[in-house]
């Protein structure tokens, strides 16, 4: 391997002096007017005196009762439809389960078999 003739310097990072932080510039916010802060508190007030407003006219266009034992019997319904679907999974695992378990005694009690009859008749000593 040849020799370099100069040895290897690595750059120096160039940042701030050793000893000096990261000086960050906070940029001064301009005060907002008043004008723009209460038309926004009066849009503010409209928009949730609107939202109120409607909430109070929804009991009257829908039956409150009829939506809530509809949901509580849509949630029943599927929370039974997915226990059924756990169970029929579950018992699907366990059949292949046996199944594997059955095929690896056959194979097991195949080569036990062979063994036997491939040693032939040796007695122990």
């Keep these: 391997m ?20 990261l000086q960050l510039r906070r940029k001064r916010r ?37 939506l809530v034992s509809n949901a509580i019997a849509n949630l029943i319904s ?12 579950g018992s699907v695992i366990v059949v292949a389960l046996l199944a594997l378990l059955a095929l690896l005694l056959l194979v097991g009690g195949s080569v036990r078999l062979v063994r036997a009859v491939s040693s032939g008749h040796r007695h122990p000593p």
Excluded: C, N
């Design 30 to 66: 301009r005060p907002s007017s008043r004008w723009r802060q209460t038309g926004a508190g009066l849009l503010l007030i409209l928009a949730g005196a609107l939202i109120l407003t409607g909430l109070m006219q929804l009991p009257e266009r829908l039956d409150a009762l009829l």
């Design 2 to 21: 040849p020799q370099t003739p100069h040895p290897l310097h690595l750059p120096t990072p160039k940042g701030p002096a050793p000893g000096k932080g």
């Design 78 to 89: 599927g929370l039974s439809r997915l226990m059924m679907g756990v169970l029929q999974l």
